[in-house]
């Protein structure tokens, strides 16, 4: 699975020339993310439960998500 950009723009703009050079030129800058096994299939079920208009989906706990914990 992989994720690149299309185009840069704003809402009131078409997509032209200069938005997808913008796109190009920022999958150049920006290191994609990795998706591993478990992230790939959390997402083609979400996917799943949208098309099912199901009422709720439930992710699994991210493993790399730092907790901070703020003392007051």
Do not use: C
């Not at 990795?34 to 959390?42: A, H, P, R, Y």
């Amino acid at each position: 699975m992989g994720i690149k950009v299309a185009s840069i723009r704003g809402k009131a703009e078409s997509v032209g020339v200069l938005s997808s050079l913008k796109g190009k030129i920022a999958n150049l800058l920006i290191t994609p993310p990795k998706v591993d096994k478990l992230g790939n299939t959390t997402m083609l079920e979400f996917g799943y439960a949208l098309l099912q208009k199901n009422p709720a989906f439930t992710f699994p706990k991210a493993k790399n998500i730092k907790e901070i914990k703020v003392v007051k």
